[in-house]
């Protein structure tokens, strides 16, 4: 009866972190322009001249570079004229972490921010993963057709980590450099 009981509490527990993981992580949370996955954020910075906004940006990217977590990013198109910066970026995206485990897969994609005055308008393209000596890209991997169950309630079992990670990655990055421009304005 204790074996009972407790196997309906791990089933609930399942469908509750199930439901709760979901909710944010469904439909339309991997944006998908041309068939490629483009993670879009606009970022206001008033009174900032264009040419301010893309020396932080640049900064905080150039900050982004850290040997000790295995996280390198490096600007490789800086377009003045344009107000254009674009970087290549790779790092790991850890997906469990504990002494006896360590499932974590490498990240690399590209950032590319537009700097106009008083505002950036940054993405997140070109997301690809190693993973096990194995090579995908975001779209094959994360984008809702291939990622959400028929009914679009639920993420695919195969599919759950990777949707998970990448979407919660990328809020991160998005929040990392907000904070970095708000502590600079």
Sequence with gaps: MLLTITSLLCAVSSLSAQSRISSEYLKGAVPMEEGE???RKSFN???MSRDS??????EWINGRENQEENRSCRVLIFDEEKGSI???CSE???????MFLLDQSDINYNIHAICTPESVNMTIIRIRYKYDNERYT?????????SLRKNQTEISRSSQKWRIKTIDFVKDLFND?????SDKK
Excluded: C, N
């Excluded at 790991?92 to 504990?98: A, E, H, I, M």
């Excluded at 975001?138 to 291939?146: F, G, L, Q």
């Design 177 to 181: 450099y907000h904070i970095f421009l």
């Design 138 to 146: 975001a779209e094959e991997i994360i984008a809702d057709e291939v």
């Design 37 to 39: 996955i483009v993670f």
């Design 86 to 88: 674009v970087a290549g």
């Design 53 to 58: 906004l893309m020396s932080l940006t640049r």
């Design 45 to 47: 910075a008033p009174g």
């Design 92 to 98: 790991k995206l850890v997906f469990r972490s504990s």
